[in-house]
């Protein structure tokens, strides 16, 4: 299985439906998956262990249905709540639940009492509303109870597609999906909520599962590992890529720093730093290995870039909000090199991302790497991205309309393609909510795109090696630190 492909809630029911026309029955399929709850179930249970089993009247209830007569075959104690009357489920619900000769008791009647473990089969990643009633009662009942939970598809409550909570939701200990994981798995709040999430086979074919557009990953090194720069024992520095970062004033030159460190420590064998001239001796004060330019004007930007060593720009962090910026953005993309633009850069096209979009066309590849209030600004006026249903949805179309690469910056990250590829952060940590961590980000992104790697897997492998640097450093964790902690993340690959 391709394990970092991911499914939206739609593709999913594609894939299933496409799997059963090829002739694999709908009742195969949930056996399989029930017979993978059940054997989740066992991993998390003592031999006889009492279990309770929550179903929904849908097909996540009928693969709870399954679980509960494969474990009470091996000898567990099964409890089955089932929300309304066993008679009115149907399909191969109703199949599965004919199977099952246990009883099934109203869910207003189930206590988690000696229970040691509660089966989530409620309701699965396609909940269309809010929980509430007797659903909403129970799942409080069983939250309270402190019991570990193993959630079936999803944890009922939270949306397959965004990741948020529909009313209420139940907290899972470990979750068990079908085929892939699906957006709510890796974004906030429901990345959270999921516990351990583990894909079990079911019989949906790889050719049906990666065939469909938008193509959703998520983000781990199997995405974009092959595409890594690895240098050779011939390799000279230049063919390494020579990273060109724009300095902000004297009183903002920080951030430039920051990103070339970022470049630098990713790979890119010459980083220089393209300094106004009242900046040139505070940026001279504290780069070595980095080397330092004098530059004013888009004119004087131009000039540099006849230099084709150069192959990747960042410009934006600590540069300045204005027209000055809009007019070095404009010179760096007609230069025809990589190019990453950030912070100042975004924001100083504040309500034009079309116009943005045109810019970027002229770079050999452009990434975006905007935080939540950039991301707002600059698609304040763009259809289909701040209205959007979800990150995902919102980073595809910003990516369209930008015409570049976009790195939604969050807890949970999401890297976009304008070519309808889109890449969700598995794993990350709070400590990178620091001052000057964005623009490191931008440096690391600019190192790999020096190197030549290909933009959205540059994007890709940034955010991920980004996030790993920071959980590797843990608390006490400041930008600075990040560019020291990547050699060791590297050498960890």
């Known amino acids: 299985m391709n394990h970092h492909r991911i499914l939206a809630v739609a593709q999913m029911r594609e894939a299933d439906r496409l799997t059963i026309a090829s002739g694999v029955s709908g009742m195969s399929l949930m056996e399989s998956a029930g017979a993978g709850v059940a054997q989740a179930a066992r991993a998390m249970l003592a031999p006889t262990g009492r279990v309770v089993i929550l179903c929904g009247p849908g097909n996540n209830g009928g693969d709870g249905f399954i679980a509960a007569r494969r474990l009470a075959e091996d000898g567990y104690r099964v ?4 929300v309304g009357p066993r008679e009115a489920l149907s399909g191969d619900a109703g199949a599965a639940a004919a199977l ?13 009492d ?7 089969a409620l309701f699965g990643t396609g909940l269309a509303r809010g929980l509430e009633g007797a ?13 570990p939970v193993l959630a079936v598809d999803i944890p009922s409550g939270i949306d397959g597609d965004s990741g948020t909570v529909r009313g209420v939701t139940l907290p899972a200990t470990r979750t068990v999906t079908f085929a892939a994981r699906k957006p709510g798995h890796l974004l906030l709040p429901g990345r959270d909520l999921c516990g351990v999430v583990s894909v079990v086979d079911i019989g949906i074919p790889d050719a049906t599962r990666d065939g469909f557009a938008p193509a959703l990953f998520a983000n781990e090194p199997a995405l974009w590992r092959t595409m890594l720069p690895h240098p050779k024992a011939d390799t000279h520095k230049y063919q390494r890529g020579h990273g060109l970062v724009l300095s902000g004033e004297m009183h903002r030159t920080g951030a430039a720093r920051l990103a070339a460190r970022g470049a630098l420590r990713s790979g890119a064998g010459a980083v220089t730093l393209a300094s106004p001239r009242v900046a040139l001796a505070v940026n001279a004060a504290h780069l070595t290995a980095i080397m330092l330019a004098p530059c004013d004007t888009p004119e004087e930007l131009g000039a540099l870039l006849e230099d084709l060593r150069f192959t990747a720009v960042a410009l934006g962090p600590g540069y300045g909000v204005g027209e000055a910026t809009r007019a070095m953005v404009k010179a760096a993309a007609r230069a025809g090199r990589g190019l990453v633009l950030d912070a100042d850069a975004l924001t100083s096209f504040a309500g034009e991302a079309y116009t943005l979009g ?13 935080h939540e209030g950039e991301m707002r600004r600059l698609f304040e006026s763009a259809e289909g991205v701040l209205d959007a249903p979800n990150r995902w949805q919102a980073a595809l179309r910003a990516a369209e309309i930008a015409r570049s690469v976009m790195i939604c910056k ?11 590829r889109a ?13 000057g961590s964005g623009d490191v980000l931008t440096g690391i992104v600019t190192g790999l795109l020096t190197q030549g790697m290909p933009a959205f897997e540059a994007a890709c492998a940034a955010v991920w090696l980004h996030a790993r640097a920071g959980i590797a450093y843990g608390p006490g964790l400041i930008a600075e630190d990040l560019s020291e902690a990547l050699p060791g993340v590297l050498r960890g690959m």
Do not use: F, H, K
């Not at 409890?79 to 089932?82: A, E």
């Not at 969050?410 to 309808?420: F, N, W």
């Open 358 to 370: 045109m810019i970027a066309t002229a770079a050999r590849a452009c990434v975006l790497t905007p």
């Open 410 to 420: 969050g807890g949970d990250t999401i890297v976009a393609s304008p070519d309808g």
């Open 135 to 147: 659903v909403a009662a129970c799942i409080a009942r069983v939250a309270q109870s402190g019991v």
């Open 100 to 112: 099952y000769d246990g009883p099934a008791i109203p869910l207003e009647e189930i206590t988690c």
């Open 423 to 435: 890449a969700i952060l598995a794993e990350t940590t709070p400590y990178l909510a620091t001052a």
């Open 114 to 120: 000696e229970a040691d473990l509660v089966i989530d």
């Open 79 to 82: 409890t089955l709540g089932l």
